[in-house]
């Protein structure tokens, strides 16, 4: 009497990462429900049991479901958006401003069906999340039919669904209430990072993962930078933080641990907790390679993720399995690091237990889900097979396999894949929802990208501001205290303020004649206020205008503070060409006229130095521009200075 | 009136890799013969020519075809025999004894078209080659449609198609002769390595090169040891070295160049050579990464390269574009070391200028040849598109696009793959044949793997020898010399030698019971030989009998000289256990009654030193045998040892 069984797959090779790494040419494995019950030889199941469906796998091997142990899966919508900058431009200039425009219920949703549709048709079954919205992440995992760890992002950030970060925790226990018991999503909460959470939001979401039994899902030491500052701001690493405020007094999943050292590798272990690097995205954000084989050696719960497919691009784990298999090689020079076999595990067995699920996924065992992919073996880019040693799978799976070649997938015993076409998502619906939301980004970035206005803007708290200056320049030789004498003397001139300081200015120039200065401006006068100022400015496209005596009008379209480096706007801006000037200035506030002017005699560093005599005024107005336009011209003469003198350059334009 | 073409590529996005980097959204590309005639808009050329064929290119770019710079391809057929083994392990243990008893005219001619089949599904359009019987390389290739240089292999040593190094020569020239003048093959000479080839190898191939005016391929400086061992006997770098006998005299394609220094990258620059990394395999060998963006700063032709499938696993250009974005940002911290840009430029315009064929392909470009490759974009891995900088579709290609996109190619305007169809190559037949061929090797390896003595035999270059052994053992305790001064004071015993040596003894133990033994002899007397004696023993499957007095016979099957270190043979056997035993040896020759026995005074380090009497015989004939064990009873009996002193333990045993 044959057993009677739902689904049998047969004459794969059967990898079933079990304890003893069985491989079985011509397996087979058996399913009932959501469960494998069996195993085993084909010849043997064929006679054992009498299967609804059979799926016959020759020339495949059946695999246990990847595991994506850290994603942010909404991401897939901004995948190929910008690359190859900065971290701080990256996320200063785009990630964030995007974020925080575009980052809705509807954007996880359609993104999690993307990424969902794009991770079954790579054999991944299972996915462990961190994102915004996340309720629309677990929504749609459910509808997909994949398995998925969902962790409610919280930081003490401002989010696009939390303005604070109690409301931040409020959400997530309301989220983790909501999904809690679900077959196969776990709702969680997931403290960004150290270096944006604090110490409680840490300890409460330790507190609601105890109360609710679910795993803590969190960033530790992704880049070296940041290990250093916790260093320096808390005397300890992120992975000592992390334990200190309670993260490891549950079951946690902490992604990336690239700068892990010795000592965290054994925090992390006596915690149980799991580490999951993921190899492209360390790479593409330049954050390292992290030690896959003390991790392995130190006997660490070691997964592998794709993080977000904004830094990789992709949500592929075949490629992240070959990557933890090469990158060791090459960095330690020893060929043998980390073998075919134990990249392939972090993938699967090793991956299930750093997300704290090995009891349910990660091999092909009878009582664990029926969570199983079959890859086509012996392609053009895997032919031939080899099969002398059982290794040898391995090999195929880990340097030849693609996403591309996976076959079907179950998950729970349900088909989600068949013969490469998707069961349970509509792929060309997806795509379709999916570039509408690109196109509105899409729109957003070309307006901004044309538009040097727009960039500053889309950097936040700012105001756009209109004035006019009017100005002239005149090069004093050695004149200078003659003439300012000569002004200051003048009964109608009142001084109201005078300082000294040194200029550092950073002139990006465009082709189109726009001009963006950066100018760092310390005060070298006694009791002035010893830090710098850091101010922006946009240039208008040249003159607006000139009166007589060469006295320009300018219209100096945006001032605001610089919250950033030069190299964050130079390469956030690209401007066509770059130009320093350093200069001393000693200034004075007068009143002349009942109006309001600015005398700055400057020192310039280089070639042509000067001193040159500059008077400055500015309004709102253009009529009132001409008025003081006149009065500057009053203000030459009282200081003497003729119409030879006169420097139509800016100072960009001199030396 | 409209233009007549043969082909119009139409409503794709043409990324042309010109000197100014044209993106063309919703280009064309117009054909005629083998050519380019035009790229511009879909629109204006639809009404502007009149096409024989006309492809829609929508939701796809149509990019340059790829240049693999590096590859050896007939060893496809390799893929994935053996990995993550130590250099020697892999060489010594696997490719050369497979490479020496299979690779044949058949295997390259099958193997090649192995690989052009991979390659043209994957969207390379042009490969380099380097390995054996070249012409059925050549043939593979051109029947295959696509443009290759193939490299006809000359070393010092023996190859599969040369005996000596003269006669590889005479054989590359032959193969140039026979294939020159091919209007998509170019026939060259490779000489292999710096360190497997002579100055006089490489100034005769230099000469060829010259002759018929075609480049010359060579590796260089791949791995940090190469270019240690060059220095410490050259004085130079590999790459110095090659300059210096006149590889650069010529157009050179060097790969790899992973070590390459500062003066290295000058001289390379310097001589327009081309430098060829292989990201993948440099990782999977362990070499390293290559110094990518310190070849593009110094304005070096560099290109790119799968290297040969047996240490890759696999022949897609798309992975190597995509590590060389990733590696260079993840080795440096900067994660605008290579832009997408410049990392697909190494497989495009760049890799054509490294491999000296970018007068006729490498960009799409009016009057350049037709290699063209269409891939799709916006699939479920590569979706959503971004559209609002030209340089989005670089990030695409780079970190999204896959081999398995690719959907049309193009060589010399024929088409090779049309909607994902092979048409110059039977996908079915070739695999079968490949697999017919690798089900031999698998065979062999199988057989071998089973077998110690085959495991042995299999690293070439020694003879089986089958000995049994007569031996008995005593522990002396203090008495030793007492026992010594008895046994040598019988006028019946003759001393033929003596001798004192220190001896390192590993054992590798396996299940079975076998047992192999790695041995350092040193010679400790005065006037001896300086230099340790190695030698590799395979010790029989137990006892095969046993005397009075504990006298026993054993087989020693196979004795030879040790070549590789111990961590090589370790590697190679992956024996169960490993002990270590050293031991200091007083040994003399003797005759006794005709016969020759071996007479050992040993003191073992360790808890249990002895000293030990060892006496030993050894004979081809199993009667024999039991003569020579009587005769080890009465010298027993001479020396006064007693039955109760006797152990019948070996050394690997004991303490």
């Known amino acids: 009497m044959s ?143 994949m398995r998925a760890i969902c962790g409610q992002t919280v930081m003490r950030l401002p989010t696009p669904d939390a303005a604070s970060f109690d409301e931040g925790l409020e959400r997530a226990r309301r989220f983790i209430l909501e999904w809690h018991g679900h077959e196969r999503v776990v709702p969680t909460i997931a403290p960004h990072a150290p270096y944006t959470c604090t110490d409680r939001i840490y300890r409460e979401a330790s507190a609601i993962c105890a109360e609710y039994g679910v795993p803590l899902v969190t960033h530790l030491s992704e880049t070296a930078r940041e290990v250093e500052e916790s260093i320096a701001q808390r005397e300890v690493t992120p992975i000592r933080y992390a334990k200190r405020v309670g993260a490891f007094d549950v079951p946690c999943i902490a992604a990336h641990c690239v700068h892990a050292t010795e000592d965290d590798l054994r925090l992390l272990r006596e915690a149980g907790a799991g ?37 990789n691009d992709d949500q592929d784990m075949f490629t ?95 088909l989600l894949l068949r013969d490469g076409n998707l069961l349970t998502l509509d792929e060309h619906d997806i795509l379709a929802r999916s570039q509408q939301i690109a196109a509105g980004i899409n729109t957003f970035l070309a307006s901004r990208e044309r538009n040097l206005m727009a960039k500053i803007l889309a950097l936040g708290g700012v105001q756009q501001d209109e004035i006019f200056e009017i100005q002239v320049k005149a090069k004093l030789d050695q004149r200078a205290e003659t003439v300012l004498a000569e002004l200051f003397s003048n009964p109608a001139v009142q001084i109201t303020k005078s300082s000294e300081r040194t200029q550092y200015d950073t002139y990006f120039l465009f082709a189109d004649g726009e001009r963006v200065r950066i100018r760092e401006d310390h005060r070298s006068d006694p009791g002035a206020r010893p830090e710098p100022k850091y101010t922006i400015t946009l240039i208008s496209e040249g003159r607006r205008g000139e009166y007589p005596h060469a006295i320009l009008l300018s219209r ?74 006149g009065l500057i011209g009053e203000l030459l003469a009282l200081a003497g200075v003729t119409d030879e003198a006169l420097v139509k350059q800016e100072y960009v334009d001199i030396g």
């Open 3 to 145: 057993e009677s069984i739902d689904l049998l797959l047969t004459g794969g090779t059967v990898v079933t990462m079990d304890a003893s790494r069985r491989v079985l040419v011509d397996g087979a494995v058996a399913v009932r429900g959501r469960e494998i019950v069996a195993v085993g030889s084909s010849q043997e199941f064929q006679s054992r049991y009498q299967a609804q469906e059979t799926i016959d796998c020759s020339g495949c091997a059946i695999i246990p479901g990847l595991i994506n142990g850290h994603a942010h899966v909404p991401m897939s919508l901004l995948r190929g958006m910008v690359a190859d900058q900065q971290l701080d431009v990256w996320l200063f200039g785009y990630m964030f401003p995007v974020e925080s425009q575009f980052v809705d219920a509807e954007f996880c949703y359609t993104g999690t069906l993307l990424s969902c549709a794009e991770m079954i048709r790579g054999g991944t079954t299972t996915f462990v999340d961190m994102y915004y919205f996340e309720e629309q992440v677990a929504r749609a995992a459910a509808e997909s039919g």
């Open 275 to 311: 580490a999951v690097p993921c190899p492209t995205s360390n790479l593409k954000l330049a954050s390292g390679v992290a030690p896959y084989r003390r991790m392995i050696e130190a006997g660490l719960k070691v997964g592998l993720g794709t993080d977000g497919p904004a830094s």
């Open 320 to 414: 992240e399995i070959q990557l933890a298999a090469l990158l060791p090689k090459g960095i330690s020079g020893d060929p043998t690091a980390v073998p075919a076999r134990e990249a392939f595990a972090l993938a699967t067995i090793s991956g299930a237990r750093a997300i704290h699920m090995d009891h349910l996924v990660g091999s092909l065992e009878p009582g664990k889900r029926a969570d199983i992919t079959v890859v086509g073996l012996g392609r053009l880019h895997s032919a031939p097979r080899y099969t002398y040693s059982s290794d040898a799978v391995y090999s195929h799976l880990a340097y030849s396999a693609r996403a591309a070649d996976v076959r079907d997938v179950l998950v729970d015993g349900k």
């Open 556 to 629: 100096a379209r945006y001032t605001a503070p610089a919250d950033h480096t030069v190299r964050f706007y130079r390469e956030y801006f690209q401007p066509d060409r770059m130009v320093e000037r350093e200069k001393s200035r000693r200034r004075w506030r007068i009143i002349y006229k009942e109006h309001d002017f600015a005398v700055n005699v400057d020192t310039l560093a280089g070639a042509d130095p000067g001193p040159y005599l500059e008077i400055k005024s500015r309004t709102w107005s253009r009529r009132d521009a001409n008025t003081r336009a």
